[in-house]
C-alpha cells in the first residue's frame, strides 16, 4: 500500500480544511486507516481512525470538529476539520493498517502542513 497526502494548508481559526489520502496498491489488504498528527515540540499523536466499513473513532479534541471518512470507490480517506483553533496547527500524516499475521504492516504518508493563524 502507498499512501499520498493532500489539502493541508494554512486557515484562520474558526475556518476549515479537508485532508486527502489517496492509497494505492493492494488497497484491499487495509484493515484500517487513520489521521495522526505531530505538533511542534510533541510527539505524533493519534486523531481519528475509520475502517473500509465505515467504522470511526475520534480522540481528544478531535470529536465533534473532525470528521474522518473512507471512499472505497476513490480508496481515499478524508479528513474534514471544521472550527479550526490555533492549537490544530500541526504537520498532519495518514497511516494504514494492512494485510495479517506476518504481512501485517503499517504504512504512512509524507505529512501535510496545517497552520492556524489566531
Known amino acids: 500500500v502507498q499512501l499520498v497526502e493532500s489539502g493541508g494548508g494554512l486557515v484562520q481559526a474558526g475556518g476549515s480544511l479537508r485532508l486527502s489520502c489517496a492509497a494505492s496498491?493492494?488497497?484491499?489488504?487495509?484493515?484500517?486507516m487513520g489521521w495522526y498528527r505531530r505538533a511542534p515540540g510533541n510527539h505524533r499523536v493519534l486523531v481519528a481512525v475509520v475502517t473500509p466499513g465505515g467504522h470511526t473513532d475520534y480522540q481528544g479534541s478531535a470529536k465533534g470538529r473532525f470528521t474522518i471518512s473512507y471512499d472505497n470507490a476513490k480508496n481515499t480517506m478524508y479528513l474534514q476539520m471544521n472550527y479550526l483553533r490555533p492549537e490544530d496547527t500541526a504537520v498532519y500524516y495518514c497511516?494504514?493498517?494492512?494485510?495479517?499475521?506476518?504481512?501485517?504492516?503499517?504504512?504512512w504518508g509524507q505529512g501535510t502542513q496545517v497552520t492556524v493563524s489566531s
Open positions: 496498491g493492494n488497497t484491499e489488504t487495509i484493515n484500517t
Open positions: 497511516n494504514a493498517d494492512s494485510g495479517i499475521g506476518v504481512q501485517r504492516r503499517e504504512t
